[in-house]
């Protein structure tokens, strides 16, 4: 009983796991690599505005984490920018 259990919710999180892209703002936006789209595009950390992630590789491998230096991450830009140009945006549109 308790295994049917497991396995629906495994079945359920796999079939989650392999959809599509949707915005999810509790999440940290770590993109799909293995989306050839998604290689060396610099793409928003929601957890740190002064991090992006940027996949090396279309690939199984977690995304590389970029860092700004002493700057904030532009989600619209898709770059670092100053502090005094950087403003908050929503997550998800
Ligand atoms: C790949 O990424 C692009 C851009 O983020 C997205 O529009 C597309 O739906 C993705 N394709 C798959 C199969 O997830
Ligand atoms: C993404 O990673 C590649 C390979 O390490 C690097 O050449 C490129 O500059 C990075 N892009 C950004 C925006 O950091
Ligand atoms: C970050 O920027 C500061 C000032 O522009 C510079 O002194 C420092 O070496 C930089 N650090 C890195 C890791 O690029
Ligand atoms: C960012 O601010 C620094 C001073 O804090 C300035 O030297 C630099 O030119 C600015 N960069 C841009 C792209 O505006």
Redesign the pocket.
Known sequence: MKGALVCICLALFMALYGAEYVCNRDSNNEPDCTNASNLLVPIRNFYDPTRYWNCTSVSNMPASVGRCNG?GFDPTLMKC??W??WKWTPYCP
Request: hydrophobic letters at 20%; charged letters at 20%.
């Open positions: 700057t920018v100053n005094t140009e």
